[in-house]
Structures are given as C-alpha cells and as structure tokens.
C-alpha cells in the first residue's frame, strides 16, 4: 500500500475521505431507520473535533447515573484526517460502512436509545418478519425441509416472548406436525423421515406454545416413552436417533420431552440401559 498524507499536502484520492452529498444520500437510503436527522448528523461528523465534543458529552445525555463512553477510534478523531492514496472498492465499501457505524459510536441519536445507549427493540419489525416465517417459504428453503420443527419453534417462541397470541397457529401447527409424529414415537423433521431427538424436542415446544388441549393430545405419551427407553444407553445417555450419535445433546433434550409431557421414569424391559443395570430414563446421567 502506498504511503499515507495528509490533508496539508495535496490532496490524494482518500479510503476516510468526507462524505459528498451522493454519499450521504445513498447511506441514509441504506438505514431507514436513521433517516431523521441523518443530514444534520453526517454534516457534524465530516468536522472531526464534533466528534471528540460529543464523544466527551455522551454519557451524560444517556440518562441517569450511566456512564457511558462511546468507543470512537482515534483514526476518526484526528485533525487533520488521515486519508489513503490507495482507492479500491473494498476501501470504498469501508468507507460506507465507517459512515453508518460512527453516528452509532457518537450518540447523535440517544432519541432512539434508552437510558443505557443501546436501540430501542424494533418490535412491530421482528414480529412482521416471524409471522412471515411461519408462512410459504420461497424454494431456496427446500433443503432445510428437515427442520422445520425448528423453524416453528424458534418463530412461535420469539413471538410469544414479544406478547403475541401464537394460540392462532394451534391448529396449523397440528396439522402439520401430526404426520410428521412417527409410529414407534417420536417427531421427525418432515413427512416419512427418521424421528429424531432434536426435531422432537423443537416440536414439543411449539406444541407447547400454541397450547390447548387439542395440541397436548397429538403426541402419542406410550409411544414416546418406548422410544426414549430404545435410545436411553449402557453409558447412561441418549443416542439422537435410533443407531444415530450420542452426547450431552440427547440428555437434554430427553430430559426436556420427559419433563414437559411427564412420561413415565421406568425404563422398559428391552431398553438398551437395562444390560448395565439401569432403572430409569434419569438414571446414569450425573
């Protein structure tokens, strides 16, 4: 790379140049979000000593008896800036993403922050996207078909941390999830595939989410409870799926499943775990 200059020599083509008005522009279109006050703000950073006095200010516009110090690196405090004669298009796209990270490190914003500096949580945008989830998927995600018990899980789980009655997919979800339950116990990721540990874990907790009693009464109990007696090992632990690999994985979910749908401890005569004299599905654990 070639040596650097500053502004007092002539000026070179520069990776940290100040933003031209397309610029700025183009940045404000990427962030919708800080679209107001983003000409004032970018005009106030282009003035390197803007950005040393708020730096120094910051903390005590957040609010009560925070302390908070934006994390400004020195290169962008500098007077003169330090500019590259070198111009890529990688040191173009870093320009860019200087431009939008340093209104964040500045604390122009605190309008949208809370009282500790950190954005407010876009809640109406994370629900829009998990509602959209939980709808017709485009083709790219057809080989992800196998899990979607995750994909139920972690849209119905997000949803209902953000307050949304996800009881409204109660009876999607049994439909969808019914064939996926498998006849010796056990959900799988789709329709004529292995159950597994993990699918069956992810697919209890959505159960368990969308509740009622419709929902509980999909899983067939007497049917899980020999299926996880069949992977319950010698060595105490749970395989995944039958013949499928063993670790600290299948404790947990088993233990999840076991607890949720209070299956029964016993284990069954033909389980595994009885060749090493274990009693029960928690036995051989600790």
């Known amino acids: 790379m070639r040596s650097r200059a500053r502004l007092t020599k002539p000026r070179p083509r520069a990776v940290f140049r100040h933003s031209s008005t397309r610029d700025r522009n183009r940045n404000r279109n990427r962030n919708r979000n800080r679209s107001r006050n983003t000409k004032a703000n970018t005009n106030r ?6 950005i040393m006095s708020t730096s120094s200010s910051f903390s005590s516009q957040a609010g009560g008896d925070v302390a908070l110090e934006p ?9 003169p800036p330090i500019l590259d004669t070198l111009e890529t298009p990688s ?3 870093q320009h860019a993403t200087v431009e939008e990270c340093l209104p964040f490190l500045t604390g122009y914003e ?3 922050r809370n009282a500790y500096g950190l954005p407010h949580l876009d809640r109406r945008r994370h629900i829009d996207f998990l509602h959209k989830q939980l709808g017709k998927l485009p083709g790219a995600f057809t080989p992800a078909d196998a899990s979607r018990p995750w994909y139920f899980y972690w849209c119905l789980a997000g949803l209902s941390l953000l307050g949304e009655d996800v009881s409204l997919y109660r009876q999607r979800l049994i439909d969808t999830v019914r064939p996926m339950q498998d006849a010796l116990g056990g959900f799988a990721g789709g329709f004529g595939q292995t159950p597994h540990l993990a699918t069956t874990y992810a697919t209890v907790l959505s159960l368990a989410l969308v509740g009622g009693d419709d929902a509980y009464d ?10 996880l007696c069949s992977l319950k090992q010698p060595d105490g632990g749970f395989q995944m799926a039958a013949g499928g690999e063993e670790d600290v994985r299948g404790a947990y979910c088993a233990a999840v499943i076991i607890s949720l749908l209070n299956i029964p401890l016993d284990l069954s005569p033909d389980s595994p775990a009885c060749s090493a004299g274990h009693t029960g599905l ?5």
Do not use: C, H, K, N
């Open 91 to 93: 040191s173009q796209i």
């Open 71 to 79: 994390s400004v690196p020195s290169l962008f405090t500098l007077t």
């Open 282 to 286: 928690f036995t051989g654990l600790a």
């Open 110 to 112: 605190l309008d949208e």
């Open 45 to 50: 950073l282009s003035d390197p000593t803007e």
């Open 218 to 227: 999909v899983v067939d109990r007497r049917a899980m409870w020999r299926w």
